[in-house]
């Protein structure tokens, strides 16, 4: 026809459907949960946008998923009653593989297939998983709110190439056709169907619909009738008593809420009730995401309100050094015709957003507390993948600066391991008897933090000393300056004052060397002029012959390459 248009994807994206295809094989069925995902979310699009603007609906306030087989023509079809999509929505969200960071993304592959599973889970290929079991895919969509000419459907047969065309159609919302490949055949069966349904997508809150199939004692076969029937529960998981929900829903809803192909680490799922009635079902993921230090990483969790979608990513339920978690909120208690606006002032979600944070926190602490192998393992997986997005926590949220603290963990000279396992109350409960203060060192990378000569002294003494190497750490310890009445100290900066770990003796053989140096220590920095501030006598070497240290106020030496190199 002439009004088929016909455009390229990106240049990777043929090799990365390619991959995509052979890397998820094994598990084929998973296209399906992804595109009942896409449904579902484009409902509750429709749920958001409605709140503002009822007229959306048009007449077909019921939202539901239809799903549909035709052994004749070998195919499947997914369609919803959704928000659907418009021309530029089509081109945008459908012909666009390329994400920044495609290309790093597709080197990135190594050809393991289930670490590239993974990753590719990661990157969100989720409607691409439909060319897994398809050779041509047709999705035919019109936005709500359009009128019936504006329909589109776009066609694709994984290539690198699709169509898109201008079509008439009735309904609003997406239907999505998948023409399977050679082999796929048993996928054309209600009962093949129905037990993907009920295992990877039963949590999906909207009922999944399909025809009933009776038996036809003429053909002797059963015959796809009229009648539909509700596969799925269709009711809301985090509503359902805990003991009747298996640790398989709990995943699979998971990957529903998160847009992962993995399983997550661990979940917390409570009613809370009193002054504010709410139930949080709180995920944290077994991996970090491809943005997590991105500044436009999507976060926070969806909130519902009586079991009614609201909105996505709702920030405001999560403080910041929480983004990774994933997860739904249901309110009882607030109105619904919520928005972002009133969110930002309400004192309801400040008090829910505290309850929050304080399940988070109680859900690692166990991790970090168990004496179970399982959770030890898992709490090391944790800290791996979002420790450094913990520490900001630190201070961003003072009220639980003393909990947070409790979980950091850092390497130590204790056991030198690159792997930082070392707790502060690890650290306080290996103290010598007189040691008042926990010691550490900041530098740019582990090696550096090992090979300082301002360790020299605690080595010889055999004072444990923190080795903080990562980004975040200089800005973790100008807001931690104690931990259970112990204040941090580096030992890179201002006098090492030891305290009473020197020996009277020491201390006085010390002051007379000092006073007997000082012809020679006003002479150096007479020579050095301008480049330092003061040269003394120092104990803290017991190798180099010399260090420069920080004035006790002054930015560490770290600090100041670390913003140097930073352009300040
Ligand atoms: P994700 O769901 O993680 O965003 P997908 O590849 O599954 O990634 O989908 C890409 C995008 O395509 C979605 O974000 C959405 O904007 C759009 N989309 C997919 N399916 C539908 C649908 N059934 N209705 C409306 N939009 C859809
Ligand atoms: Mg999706």
Not at 364 to 388: H, M, N, P
Not at 398 to 422: C, G, M
Not at 546 to 555: E, F, G, N
Request: net charge negative.
């Amino acid at each position: 026809a002439e009004n088929v248009e016909h455009l390229n994807f990106q240049a990777e994206a043929k090799q990365l459907l390619r991959l995509m295809i052979h890397s998820l094989y094994s598990n084929k069925e998973i296209f399906l949960r992804e595109l009942i995902s896409n449904a579902s979310d484009a409902a509750d699009k429709l749920r958001f946008e409605g709140l503002s603007d009822t007229a959306l609906y048009e007449s077909d306030p019921d939202l539901k998923i239809r799903i549909a087989y035709d052994k004749e023509a070998r195919t499947i079809t997914i369609s919803d009653n959704g928000i659907g999509m418009s021309r530029q929505e089509v081109i945008d969200n459908i012909g666009t593989i390329a994400k920044s960071g495609t290309r790093e993304f597709i080197d990135s592959l190594t050809g393991d297939q289930a670490r590239d599973a993974n990753l590719i889970g990661q990157f969100g290929v989720g409607f691409y998983s439909a060319f897994i079991v398809a050779d041509k895919v047709t999705l035919t969509t019109r936005r709500a709110g359009l009128t019936t000419e504006h329909g589109v459907r776009w066609e694709s047969s994984g290539e690198g190439e699709y169509t898109l065309e201008t079509v008439e159609k009735r309904d609003r919302g997406t239907e999505v056709v998948l023409h399977l490949r050679e082999d796929e055949d048993e996928l054309l069966s209600s009962f093949q169907l129905r037990s993907i349904i009920r295992k990877y997508s039963d949590h999906i809150t909207l009922p999944i619909i399909m025809k009933k199939e009776v038996w036809d004692d003429e053909s002797k076969a059963y015959k796809i009738s009229d009648e539909e029937e509700t596969v799925n529960q269709a009711s809301a998981i985090w509503a359902r008593p805990k003991n009747e929900i298996t640790q398989e829903q709990y995943d699979e809803f998971y990957k529903h809420v998160a847009h992962d192909f993995e399983p997550p680490l661990a979940h917390v799922h409570a009613r809370v009730e009193g002054k504010q009635e709410y139930i949080q079902l709180l995920y944290i993921p077994a991996h970090a995401p491809f943005d997590l230090f991105d500044r436009e990483h999507r976060h926070g969790l969806k909130l519902y309100i009586k079991r009614v979608f609201i909105m996505d990513d709702a920030e405001k339920l999560l403080p910041g050094y929480l983004r990774f978690v994933r997860g739904i909120i249901d309110s009882n208690d607030l109105p619904l015709n919520v928005s972002r606006e009133i969110l930002q002032e309400s004192k309801d979600i400040d008090s829910i957003r505290a309850g929050s944070v304080k399940k988070v926190l109680g859900l690692i602490e166990d991790l970090a507390t168990s004496d179970k192998s399982e959770d030890q393992e898992k709490f090391k997986i944790f800290w791996r993948e979002f420790g450094q997005v913990l520490k900001e926590g630190v201070a961003e949220d003072y009220s639980n600066r003393e909990r947070i603290a409790k979980l950091l963990r850092f390497t130590s000279t204790h056991d030198e391991q690159e792997e930082q396992t070392v707790s502060l109350d690890d650290y306080i409960a290996r103290m010598k008897p007189e040691q008042e203060k926990i010691y550490y060192i900041t530098a740019d990378g582990l090696k550096a933090a090992q090979s300082s000569p301002h360790l020299e002294i605690f080595r010889k003494k055999g004072i444990e000393v923190l080795l903080l190497h990562d980004r975040i750490d200089e800005w973790l310890t100008a807001n931690l300056n104690e931990y259970a009445g112990k204040s941090l100290q580096s030992i890179a900066k201002g006098d090492l004052d030891l305290g009473k770990l020197e020996d009277e003796v020491e201390k006085q053989e010390h002051e007379k060397e000092a006073g007997d140096f000082q012809e020679l220590t006003a002479k150096m920095k007479e020579v050095l002029g301008e480049l330092v501030k003061d040269v003394r006598i120092t104990y803290r070497l017991t190798e180099s012959p010399a260090c420069l240290v920080a004035d006790t106020h002054d930015m560490s030496g770290n600090l100041g390459r670390l913003l140097k190199s930073a352009g300040q």
